[in-house]
T-cell receptor
């Protein structure tokens, strides 16, 4: 059974600091997704990583994928309050794509 | 584009009643997904469709749950009879599976339906 584990589950950061969220998964997959969810809201797609070594960046967020280590990271640079949210990684298990198995989520709080 | 549309946004019902959740995917998208989110179990994929055909329903918790997609622009998730443990936020998501000959993977989520079964 595929397991997707994130750590940390809770992260309190100060503005301006850097930090990394880790996403480990237990079986082979070449597709990994990162989503953001604000409290009481829907999920917003951040990144789709499709191959080993893939790196994508958007603003202060950068995601990478190491399929050999079964590890993805979401790096936050110089955090700002607007980044406070819950971040989910998800691994794609479907042959046709789409069967996403989500991690538990990392609740990020950025404080001034 | 209006995005994925779900209705109702909130539903409160009594145990034993039938509940129907509705989803309209983004126009032109040909894959549709139903998810459930709870504090205890997190986000779970219940079922997904490609071109209106159910591909994988292994996440549907039990026979009380059923989903249909009669056409490309509408899907329903039905719970009959409902139970308190079905209380959750149910999300619908859609995806354009193939764009210009390339498979795409990004899923776009709707706002969700918050279901409370008392």
């Amino acid at each position: 059974e595929l397991k997707v584990e994130q750590n940390p589950l809770f992260l309190s950061m100060q503005e301006g600091k850097n930090y990394t969220i880790y996403c480990n998964y237990s079986t082979t997959s070449d597709r990994l997704y990162w989503y953001r969810q604000d409290p009481g809201k829907s999920l917003e797609s951040l990144f789709v990583l499709l191959s080993n070594g893939a790196v994508k960046q958007e603003g202060r967020l950068m995601a990478s994928l190491d399929t050999k280590a079964r590890l993805s990271t979401l790096h936050i640079t110089a955090a700002v309050h607007d980044l406070s949210a819950t971040y989910f990684c998800a691994v794609d298990r479907g042959n046709q794509g789409g069967k996403l198995i989500f991690g538990q989520g990392t609740e990020l709080s950025v404080k001034p | 584009d209006a995005g994925v549309i779900q209705s109702p946004r909130h539903e409160v019902t009594e145990m034993g009643q039938e509940v129907t959740l509705r989803c309209k995917p983004i126009s032109g998208h040909n894959s549709l997904f139903w998810y459930r989110q709870t504090m205890m179990r997190g986000l779970e994929l219940l079922i997904y469709f490609n071109n209106n055909v159910p591909i994988d329903d292994s996440g549907m918790p039990e026979d009380r749950f059923s989903a249909k997609m009669p056409n490309a622009s509408f899907s329903t998730l039905k719970i009959q009879p409902s139970e308190p443990r079905d209380s959750a936020v149910y999300f619908c998501a859609s995806r354009l599976k193939v764009l210009g000959g390339q498979v795409t993977y990004e899923q776009y989520f709707g706002p969700g339906t918050r279901l409370t079964v008392t």
